[in-house]
C-alpha cells in the first residue's frame, strides 16, 4: 500500500536536480527571452499573461514531466515574453493540491523558473477574505502566512534535500520581500486605490471544499486574513531556492464566520470577479515589474 508520505517522497525524487534542469534547458533551447521575473497566475487573473507581448507560448502538455492543469480558469501554459517592454515569464494556470498532486509537485514550476535563470517572483491568488475589514474585490498584499498543511506534516520540500537548490532547513522569517511590499503600497496610493488595497497574513488550505463557519473561527483566532488552496507552498520553495517573492491575493468572496450569513462561496463567481478586476491588477503588477527591473543587480 502507498502511503501518504511514501508518494510525497516519490514526487520529490522524481523532480530530482537533474529532471528540473532538463526542463529548464528544454525551454531555454526553444525561446531566446531570458526573463528574471517569473508571475503565477491565480483563478481568474489568467488576464495578466495576455498582457504579455512576443511571446514564446508552452502549453503544460508539450513539457516534458510537466503536470497539466484541471480547473477551470487556468488555461495551463507557460508563457514567456514582454511586460511593458520587460523580459518575464509566466503561469497560466497553477497546479493545486486538490487536483491530486502532491505539494513538491504543484510547487516544482518554482524551481524551474529558477533554473531557467529567474531572481524575483510574483505569485497572485484568488482567496476568500476573512478579515472583517475585506470587501470582496479589494486585495490583499501578502505580508505573510501561516503554513497551516505544514503544520499537518505535508510540505514541498518534504523528502530529500538537494543542497543545490537550497538548505534543508531555510528560515521564513522574510518569505515576502519588505521592501517590494512598501514598493507595491505606493504603487497602490498612486492608482488611488488604497481604499481597496490591504496587507494581511493568508493560508492555504487543502481544500477542494471551502470553509465550515467553525473553521473560519479558528482561523482568525490564528490571524488569518485571507484563505485559498495555494501560494504557500510556492512561496516556501521559491525561498529555499532563494528566489525574491512577493504575492498579493485577489479577495473574490467573504468568509463570514457566521451561521446566519448565507452568500456561500462559489468557483464560478471567484472566477468572475477575478477577471472583473483585470485592469487594476494588470496596472498593480505592471508597476512592480518595472521597479523590480530597476533594481536588479
Ligand atoms: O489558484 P488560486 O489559489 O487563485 O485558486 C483559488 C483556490 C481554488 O483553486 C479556487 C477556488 O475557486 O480559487
Ligand atoms: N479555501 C478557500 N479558498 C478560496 N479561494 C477563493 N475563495 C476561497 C475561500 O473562501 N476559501
Request: aromatic share 8%.
Amino acid at each position: 500500500m502507498t502511503t501518504f508520505n511514501d508518494s510525497t517522497k516519490t514526487f520529490a525524487r522524481m523532480y530530482t536536480y537533474d529532471t528540473l534542469q532538463d526542463i529548464a534547458n528544454y525551454l531555454l533551447e526553444r525561446t531566446k527571452l531570458r526573463p528574471k521575473i517569473a508571475i503565477i497566475c491565480g483563478t481568474g487573473l489568467g488576464c495578466l499573461a495576455e498582457k504579455l507581448t512576443d511571446t514564446d507560448v508552452f502549453d503544460y502538455e508539450t513539457i516534458p514531466n510537466f503536470p497539466v492543469s484541471t480547473v477551470e480558469g487556468h488555461a495551463g501554459r507557460l508563457i514567456f515574453g514582454y511586460l511593458k517592454g520587460i523580459q518575464v515569464m509566466c503561469m497560466q494556470g497553477r497546479f493545486h493540491y486538490y487536483e491530486g498532486y502532491p505539494l513538491a509537485k504543484c510547487s516544482m514550476p518554482v524551481r524551474v523558473m529558477k533554473l531557467v535563470g529567474c531572481s524575483h517572483l510574483i505569485a497572485t491568488n484568488a482567496a476568500g477574505g476573512l478579515n472583517p475589514k475585506f470587501k470582496v474585490g479589494d486585495i490583499m498584499l501578502m505580508k505573510d502566512h501561516i503554513n497551516m498543511m505544514g503544520f499537518a506534516g505535508n510540505s514541498s520540500l518534504q523528502g530529500p534535500n538537494d543542497e543545490r537548490f537550497g538548505p534543508r532547513f531555510p528560515v521564513m522569517t522574510e518569505a515576502y520581500d519588505p521592501r517590494l511590499l512598501d514598493v507595491a503600497k505606493k504603487i497602490g496610493r498612486d492608482l488611488g486605490i488604497e481604499n481597496e488595497l490591504h496587507e494581511g497574513v493568508y493560508t492555504c488550505l487543502g481544500g477542494p471544499n471551502f470553509e465550515t463557519v467553525a473553521e473560519m473561527k479558528m482561523m482568525r483566532l490564528i490571524g488569518v486574513d485571507a484563505i485559498g488552496m495555494s501560494t504557500v507552498h510556492e512561496i516556501i520553495t521559491a525561498r529555499h531556492c532563494g528566489l525574491t517573492c512577493f504575492a498579493f491575493s485577489l479577495i473574490t468572496n467573504l468568509c463570514v464566520p457566521d451561521y446566519s450569513y448565507k452568500d456561500d462561496a462559489n468557483h464560478n463567481e471567484i472566477v468572475e470577479i477575478g477577471r472583473g478586476k483585470e485592469p487594476v491588477l494588470v496596472e498593480l503588477v505592471q508597476r512592480l515589474v518595472k521597479n523590480i527591473h530597476a533594481n536588479l543587480k
